[in-house]
């Protein structure tokens, strides 16, 4: 049987369950959900099911159960995946030592700031109200932040000033060079601290000193990836957007191939090559990213948005929340105001329902994109750097986002099979959930129908009317309706 016969089947069971326990199913039919193809998109299929099954509301639900309660997960995952990556650079006949030259006493290690901000990110400055959607811990004193990249903001900011981070690295900015110093670099140096300590050491103490996610920037991320409104709002070029969609294909197909394959191991370089139709999608994507919006077919073709006011309402609303409960509660709020601004151009009900529908999967879709991607942030790629250089030499470097990732091809495939494996097990969690209360539902039914109908056979027997049976049988339904709701 092939995946998408396979498919059918799951979904024509299902409507067989649900018109068995409430009557004709409620949902469009099976074949024109977009997951019903011959592909393994196994988180395609288990939000298709779970809004066959639920509704758009489950899948809201499980959008705020990932990003509450799941990331701390993912953190402390990516984290060992992190340390255990650059421990495998540090072996390749490289002194676990120290070396002498990024000592306190040394020369350090320099490196241009574009070396290891493929985002873009330091043009932005954190105390903007963009630079508040993506960075974390803005305080008054940029370096006074407990958030790496926040802080490396501040150390750019004051030209020529040495910074500690932690008591583990001392970063100098330079903006005019020397014969030794490009312009724009740091000279990166360990903290005295670190000086009869190992690389190893050093390596996994700054990985602990990371904090990778928080809600805001999560969502904030997510939404720019979708719609564009971040890169529409400080104008950003159809280059970087473009290299930002090719690293975004490589993820997916990364992803593809982890979820369709059985060892997921393969060691082809086809992820970092792109058909011309892949290109024609890396463009079209683009440009609606460079206009803010995305176009989705409904009844006719729309530009749906999320401008960057929204998303700063939101941030604003969530710094307010304390307790857990709090959080979920306004994220789940804030994702139905997004949903609606999404589908605000739209006229027809239908269509409304169908663009709010998809805003909700587009979250789902691109959660791994944006959790891969904040490891392609400053913070990550320079202790990489560091790292490549101490093994390869000061010239060492990585070209761009996409050659980084093809120089820790491993180490992304290793973090995207987590972060997969993951969003896999909430969903089917939801899905298993509802079908095992579909079943129970399905077996109380049968029970009392069979005793229904004996109830019924001994009336008759005994002359009981025909219209009098109905509206014993009618009233009987009624009663079995309640105790199911109540069950």
């Known amino acids: 049987m092939s995946v998408v016969d396979s498919k059918k089947k799951v979904f024509g069971q299902i409507a067989a369950l649900k018109t068995a326990t409430s009557g004709l199913p409620k949902f469009k039919d099976k074949s024109s959900f977009s997951s019903v193809n011959n592909k393994g998109d196994v988180i395609n299929f288990l939000t298709d099911i779970i809004i066959s099954l639920i509704g758009t509301i489950a899948l809201v639900n499980a959008i705020v159960e990932i990003i509450t309660n799941s990331l701390g997960k993912i953190e402390k995952d990516i984290k060992k995946a992190l340390k255990t990556e650059l421990k495998s650079i540090v072996s390749c006949g490289v002194n676990p030592s120290l070396p002498d030259f990024i000592k306190s006493t040394g020369g350090g290690i320099v490196i241009e700031v574009k070396k290891i901000d493929f985002i ?135 992803v593809d191939e982890d979820i369709n394959t059985k060892d997921g191991d393969s060691s082809s370089d086809g992820f970092f090559e792109f058909s011309n139709d892949e290109m024609l999608v890396i463009e079209q994507r683009s440009s609606e990213r460079q206009r803010g919006i995305v176009k989705i077919k409904t009844s006719e073709t729309i530009d749906s948005s999320v401008p960057v006011s929204t998303l700063t309402s939101f941030t604003e609303t969530m710094s307010t929340a304390i307790t857990q409960q709090d959080k979920k509660a306004k994220l789940a709020n804030g994702l139905e105001t997004m949903a609606n601004t999404s589908a605000i151009r739209v006229g027809n009900p239908t269509d409304k329902v169908s663009v709010k529908l998809n805003f909700f999967l587009s979250i789902i879709n ?122």
């Open 120 to 254: 873009n990110l330091f043009k932005i400055k954190p105390d903007s109200p963009v630079g508040k959607l993506l960075y974390n811990d803005v305080t008054p004193t940029l370096t006074d932040s407990t958030d790496f990249n926040t802080f490396l903001a501040g150390v750019i900011q004051a030209d020529g000033t040495t910074y500690t981070w932690k008591n583990m690295f001392d970063i100098t900015f330079n903006s005019i060079g020397t014969s030794t110093r490009p312009n724009n670099s740091l000279t990166i140096k360990a903290n005295s601290t670190y000086n009869t300590k190992t690389l190893n050491d050093l390596n996994n103490n700054f990985i602990d000193s990371l904090t990778l996610f928080n809600i805001d920037n999560i969502v904030s991320r997510i939404v720019e990836i979708i719609f564009g409104s971040i890169s529409f709002s400080i104008s950003k070029t159809r280059k970087q957007l473009e290299q930002e969609e090719k690293i975004n294909k490589i993820i997916d197909k990364m």
């Open 366 to 487: 691109n959660l791994i994109k944006v959790i891969v991607g904040i490891v392609l942030s400053p913070k990550i790629v320079m202790i990489f750097l560091i790292n490549y250089k101490i093994v390869y030499g000061p010239t060492a470097t990585y070209v761009d986002g996409v050659d980084f990732i093809k120089k820790n091809k491993k180490l992304f495939k290793q973090i995207i099979k987590r972060i997969a494996g993951m969003i896999i097990r909430i969903l089917l969690a939801i899905a298993m959930k509802r079908i095992q209360e579909l079943v129970t539902e399905w077996a109380i039914k049968k029970a009392v129908e069979k005793g229904l109908f004996t109830k019924l056979q001994m009336l008759s027997l005994v002359g009981i009317p025909p219209v009098a049976l109905n509206t014993i049988k009618g009233l009987m339904w009624s009663l079995i309706y309640l105790q199911l709701l109540v069950l």
